[in-house]
């Protein structure tokens, strides 16, 4: 198991408060999963434009507009 790059507590009350739902043990690992590959793109993207700085716009999707600089 990899480190866990997000808040349980956080993600559970956001998704019983959007959805009214319960949130499995192995979500908040899937989640941290999905973090930890957008944030080696983002560091990949900073390297490849000279920077040691991450950005908004090193991440892809709404509010980073991906490798665009």
Do not use: H, W, Y
């Amino acid at each position: 198991m990899s480190e866990i790059l997000v808040v349980a507590s956080k993600v559970k009350s956001f998704i019983k408060e959007k959805g009214e739902c319960n949130t499995a043990a192995e979500t908040i690992e899937a989640i941290s999963k999905v973090v930890e590959s957008v944030l080696t793109k983002a560091v990949a993207s900073a390297k490849a434009q000279g920077r040691k700085t991450v950005m908004a716009r090193d991440i892809a999707g709404p509010g980073g507009a991906g490798e665009q600089g």
